[in-house]
């Protein structure tokens, strides 16, 4: 799906949910990570959870709720789907730093691995790793650039510095 600024919107999913949201072209990556994850995997046409979770996430991104609810299958990466289940605690159109997700995991001093778990979020959007700013309000980094992150704070009404 094209989504805007954002370019190319990816959506994979298992029977259980989306398994993989990823925000650019390169399909041969995103085959590779499902594999991965997923070593039985098959790819057919988009089922009726796909096409539900690619339509949720149009609507947020064209002002609509948070795609919070669309159901996820996560590897098991034990801090990293700790820092995972953290962000999807943030609400639409709030933010956190890495400091208090280290916070929230009981990890105090490891805002820098909660940026690195940040960064290997398998469902960006429906795990809103773009709600967490550096310690000064700055963007700090994301998965699929900083102008995606830019992007998606702006929707939600998020204050960041640049």
Known sequence: MRAGRLGTIQVATTFQ??????????GDRMRAE???QFPEASFKRPSAMTTDAVRVIRDYLSGGPSPLEVPT???EA??????????ARIPYGAARTYGSIARGVRKPRAARAVGQAC????????IPCH????????????????EAK?????????EFRE
């Open 17 to 26: 949910g989306v398994a993989r949201v990823q925000l650019d072209d390169d």
């Open 34 to 36: 499902l594999l991965e």
């Open 73 to 75: 299958v996560l590897p």
């Open 78 to 87: 034990g801090f990293a789907t700790r820092v995972w289940k953290q962000l």
């Open 119 to 126: 960064g290997r979020n398998p469902v960006p959007l429906l």
């Open 131 to 146: 709600r967490v700013l550096a310690a000064d309000k700055r963007l700090g980094g994301f998965s699929s650039g900083l």
């Open 150 to 158: 830019r992007f998606l704070l702006e929707l939600e009404g998020i």
